[in-house]
Nanobody
Framework: VQLVESGGGLVQPGGSLRLSCAAS????????MSWYRQAPGKERELVAV??????????NYVDSVKGRFTVSRDDDLNTVYLQMNSLKPEDTAVYYC???????WGQGTQVTVSS
């Protein structure tokens, strides 16, 4: 199982970024996927969960990102996305995608929100 995140960077407050996570080594469409983040000195935090399409593809978010972040997936490309809008300095963290069924993590991608 391999997960490779990309799309992080430096953005001003109020800006947007789209993170991608390319998955391989397992039948992606059959599994739920998640995004987590970890800020310096803090524990890793669950940001969003996206259920597999076969059970409806429902989405759940931590309260702090509701209305600003959107998780989606493309099962043909084996990729999960995190669209982040109206970014705030407190969104600064390393973002990771996670395949819970396998306990697998990507290497993370750094998101820095600063003016």
């Amino acid at each position: 199982v391999q997960l490779v995140e990309s799309g992080g960077g430096l953005v001003q407050p109020g800006g947007s970024l789209r993170l991608s996570c390319a998955a391989s080594g397992f039948p992606f469409s059959r599994y739920d996927m998640s995004w987590y983040r970890q800020a310096p000195g803090k524990e890793r935090e669950l940001v969003a969960v996206l259920m597999r399409t076969s059970v409806g593809g429902s989405k759940n978010y931590v309260d702090s990102v509701k209305g600003r972040f959107t998780v989606s997936r493309d099962d043909d490309l084996n990729t999960v996305y995190l669209q982040m809008n109206s970014l705030k300095p407190e969104d600064t963290a390393v973002y990771y995608c996670h395949a819970h069924a396998f306990g697998s993590w990507g290497q993370g991608t750094q998101v820095t929100v600063s003016s």
